[in-house]
């Protein structure tokens, strides 16, 4: 016991000279400048509109890496990630208009009820493997978009109208920016942890080699389970946080496009990264942005996926950044 | 006598595994050989790599004077190697006649189908009495009847026959083998692969004794007895 | 010396072929023990079955006095029990290290572990592999007889009292093969009871005091190498019917 707490305490006291080294190479110089970057945004436009994409792209950040943390580093690939982002959204949306809850306090409520979630799913798609986990999990969102739609049961689940004229977070969009900002940090911080400490190396145990991984002693179903609820509670957040941006929140937030947002972010950043979700989910919605007026957007994200599986299976992060790495090489003289 | 087949210094891999260490071997034109050796020597292996199946990582193989190691499956076949691989791998869910009519695949000459035919159906009568009737559905050892047959109907220059006795009773055992023998007089070379040493040292003229993918020593079935090298080789010890 | 591994009628039938018929034999602490017989005749299965990633059909296993027979095989590994797999599994994507890490974060290996730190843990048990400088490399470029080396190291993770090594030989050359030998000998000599099976039986058979011999799904015998390899039904299951004169 006292060994641990040595451990961490030293770990405490290194922090930040660790800090500084990591800043000192380049992929931690590059994500500090980024980060600088994203911290003085509002300085430089208070456009809604131009922080509103923003926005839109970090909370989308954090979905993505909740889907590349299960697929990427667990090995279990979902096709129904909306299950979790929807649910949140509607118990965060619901615990704000009607039971009047902070808005810290509805998105708590809301990303722990995707946990809850997540070990329900969890343990149902337990036994199935790849295809049939990725078809299992796209049924279940499918029927719960069918079911929040229902006439019948729309005392109960508010029917294809949904929810709106949800209270906002803050009706000072500057603030939502770094409200949001600072969960995207967070959560990536967690996650990226998460993979890095031994659960993260039994977690990738049962990715490589599920079998080997019970021959090594290793509970894998209670660790499918946990990292099912670790993606959940993420993709939760994201959904809660969508839903206080929009205001609103109705059956269409189960439609399996919203479960391929995160596969196609996370695909174009880079699977099994973590940080490639942010670069895949900020390129994705500013592309969206821009060929908004020109065409559909399922028809956009069907050309990027194929673009990508073609020519970029590792996605773009890896890539771009050995590219950078020799420009920088290059340019410092080495 | 011509050599039909000539291996030379094949090596073989699965991935880092080694299968086949510098195996020489060679065939002559209507003779019957046979390769023993335990289970994992590389028998199987040996086979696919002349038919085709997999590619040898290093060495040459020569059939009928032409290279062959370098060619796909398909081409080999065309060449007139037939590949009666272990378990048998029929088309279960076809009739009989269906998998004959496959293994003719390559064969134009209507008339000599028709003699391949009569050739099966006369050693292996219960084939022609159960023509129509779904390969799966046949016992052990008329699937392994079966095999054989569709493998002659491709009028084989070179017939490969891995483990033609697994998991049979004794008794079809014995007739697979005289089988082997009356395909033999027909004039067709056959290399045969076998787990039962002593059935294919009573069939087989030439006998390679494998083991750890290499010959570890080849000869008449009188001279391998002298030697308790067999014994050794099987159990270890 | 008690018993530490007891297997009694153990069967077991996959629709309609029976893979294990009736098996019943035991071991004792410290042993060190080998199971041969062709191809086919069930040997994976019997490891499959004490090793829990198979359920028997009937029939009990017993560990130290446990009943294992129906156990999880991660449970099962934590009683002490560990396997290796006749084609060599691991992780693929993480280093050799981490490869060992995994089984020290077992129940049972971080109880190893626990004074050392699981880092020094898992070091030392490459060390004792003899793959202590790859430790920062992936599986992937490792040559067949490292992988091998892995496979036991990843069982050692466990801190296995018996160990299960499925053909530990296969596709090895004679050097690979030595050194797999040497690895084992050792940790037989460090106290582990060692069963193992192979079809390369050059090595297995100068290596075992005692062999058990089955042939499709049966127990045939038991003994010493030398008498195991000149009983009469153990050559016919081997080289066929009538191979008295081959012995």
Known sequence: MTKQIERISNEIKEFPKYLKDWAKTFKGGLTVLCLIGLFLMPLVTTSPYFLGIFILAMIYSIYAASWDFLAGFVGKVSFGQAIFFGLSGYITAASLKFIHYPWWGALIFGSLFAALVGLIIGLITLRLKGPYLALGTMVIAIILQKLFALYELKPLLWGDEGISGIPPLSTNAIEVYYVILIFMIISFIVMIKLTKINIGIIFRSIRDDETGSDASGINTVKYKIIAFMISSIFAGIAGGLFVMINRAVNPLIFQSLYSFYPIVMAALGGIATISGAALGAFIFVFLGEIVRDLADPLFIFSIVLILIVRFASEGILKSALERLKEFWDVLIGR | ?237 | ?247
Do not use: W
């Not at chain 3, 017993?62 to 060599?88: C, H």
């Open chain 2, 1 to 237: 006598m011509n050599n039909l087949l000539e291996i030379r210094k094949i090596y073989h891999y699965y991935g880092k595994a080694r299968a086949l260490e510098e195996i020489n071997l060679t065939i002559e034109d209507g003779a019957l050989d046979a390769v023993i050796g335990p289970n994992g020597a590389g028998k199987s292996t040996l086979l696919r790599v002349i038919s085709g199946l997999e590619e040898p990582d290093r060495g040459k193989i020569e059939f009928l004077g032409e290279r062959i190691d370098d060619l796909k499956a398909h081409k080999i076949a065309k060449k007139g190697i037939a590949h009666c691989p272990e378990r048998r791998r029929l088309f279960y869910d076809m009739t009989v006649m269906e998998n004959l009519e496959m293994g003719a695949y390559t064969l134009k000459d209507r008339k000599k189908f028709q003699e391949l035919l009569g050739f099966v159906f006369e050693v292996f009568p219960r084939l022609k009495e159960r023509k129509k009737q779904r390969a799966g559905t046949l016992s052990g050892g008329e699937q392994q009847m079966l095999a054989i047959g569709r493998a002659i109907m491709a009028n084989p220059k070179l017939l490969l026959l891995d483990e033609p006795s697994l998991g049979l009773a004794p008794k079809i055992k014995n007739k697979i083998f005289d089988t082997v023998n009356k395909i033999k007089k027909e004039g067709t070379t056959t290399l045969l692969v076998e787990q039962d040493a002593v059935l294919a040292m009573e069939v087989g003229e030439t006998i390679h004794l494998l083991e750890e993918g290499k010959i570890e020593m080849r000869g008449t079935k009188e001279q391998l007895e002298k030697e308790p090298r067999i014994k050794k080789v099987y159990l270890g010890i």
């Open chain 3, 1 to 247: 010396m008690g018993v530490i591994l007891e297997v009694k009628n153990l069967t077991k039938k996959f629709s309609g072929l029976t893979a294990v018929n009736d098996f019943s034999f035991e071991i004792k602490r410290g042993e060190f023990v080998g199971l041969i017989g062709p191809n086919g005749a069930g040997k994976t299965t019997i490891f499959n079955l004490i090793s829990g990633f198979e359920k028997p059909s009937s029939g009990k296993i017993t560990f130290n006095g446990k009943d294992i027979t129906n156990m999880k095989p991660f449970k099962i590994v934590n009683l002490g029990i560990a396997r290796t797999f006749q084609i060599v599994r691991a992780f693929k994507f993480m280093t050799l290290l981490d490869n060992i890490k995994v089984s020290c974060l077992s129940t049972r290996g971080k109880e190893l572990a626990k004074q050392y730190g699981i880092d020094e843990s898992a070091s030392s048990i490459l060390a004792a592999v003899g793959l202590v400088d790859k430790a920062r490399i992936p599986p992937v470029i490792l040559p067949h007889g490292d992988l091998r080396k892995l496979q036991i190291g990843k069982a050692l993770g466990t801190n296995p009292q018996l160990l299960l090594l499925d053909e530990p030989f296969s596709g090895l050359s004679h050097e690979e093969q030595q050194g797999i030998t040497e690895l084992i000998k050792k940790l037989h000599d460090d106290g582990v009871t060692v069963f193992m099976t192979g079809h390369v039986l050059r090595e297995l058979m100068h290596l075992v005091p005692r062999v058990i011999a089955m042939n499709q799904g049966k127990y045939i015998t038991e003994g010493p190498p030398q008498e195991v390899a000149n009983n009469k039904i153990v050559l016919e299951a081997y080289l066929g019917k009538g191979s008295e004169q081959l012995a």
